[in-house]
């Protein structure tokens, strides 16, 4: 599909992109950042980034999510709290991972008192389909591309941007997969309820090619942006 990127004078958006493991939330969080113009914020990604490092955060994270389990409440809303105040994020921001629950959510709120969120986007695609889309990732070591099992650019082994060699991660096994998908329904899932009855909830159907779905998120953001400032 032809795309606006870098669309002069776009409003940006503050917005949340909710969604089971594996429905796509980074694909097209990261795509609508770069048309808005607004930083993507994966909390996964950042958490990463601390394991990656060896940071005493990164150190506990690990154990966390290699058992399947959430960060706690009080490191994730630190985190946040401190990217969403960067330069880069004057103008809006894609949140992506946070919040998870309830809690946080009220949290988030209090954070962007100033400037709220303007929209909530539920990316839907069943169990089924996340499960064999996660079991077929491998993700790069070195710089964190995320690939398909089969993507004949690994065929060798190799990550053709940084030559390191992608792997199965730990929380891509299937029973933490199954792990997630469980907390994911006890505890993120009620935000659906949470956003909705404060009227910002837009469910958008995540199956179809990439254009299709990032063509459905758009349509959504551009009406709830439409008389933005």
């Not at 770069?34 to 994270?61: F, K, N, Q």
């Not at 400037?115 to 499960?131: C, G, H, R, S, Y």
Request: proline share 6%; aromatic share 2%; charged share 30%.
């Amino acid at each position: 599909m032809s795309e606006r990127e870098g669309e002069p004078g776009h409003p940006g958006v503050r917005m949340l992109i909710l969604g089971r493991q594996g429905a796509g939330k980074g694909t097209q969080a990261e795509r609508l950042g770069r048309l808005c113009a607004v930083p993507h914020i994966s909390t996964g990604d950042m958490l990463r980034a601390a394991v990656r490092e060896g940071t005493p955060l990164g150190r506990r994270a690990k154990q966390i999510m290699d058992a399947g389990d959430l960060v706690p409440d009080e490191v994730m809303v630190g985190i946040v709290d401190d990217r969403l105040h960067e330069p880069d994020a004057e103008r809006g921001w894609i949140l992506d991972g946070f919040p998870r629950t309830v809690g946080q959510a009220e949290a988030l709120a209090e954070i962007t008192a100033g400037a709220p969120l303007e929209v909530v986007v539920d990316l839907a695609v069943d169990n089924a389909v996340v499960i064999e889309r996660i079991s077929s990732r491998r993700v790069c070591p070195g710089c964190g591309t995320i690939y398909r099992a089969d993507d004949a650019a690994i065929a060798d082994g190799t990550c053709p941007k940084c030559g390191g060699h992608p792997v199965l991660r730990d929380d891509d096994q299937p029973e933490a997969i199954q792990r997630r998908l469980d907390l994911y329904e006890q505890e993120t899932a009620p935000l659906v309820d949470h956003y909705r009855a404060q009227g910002l909830l837009e469910t958008v159907d995540g199956l179809g090619t990439e254009d299709e779905v990032f063509a459905r998120i758009l349509a959504v953001v551009d009406a709830r942006t439409a008389d933005r400032g």
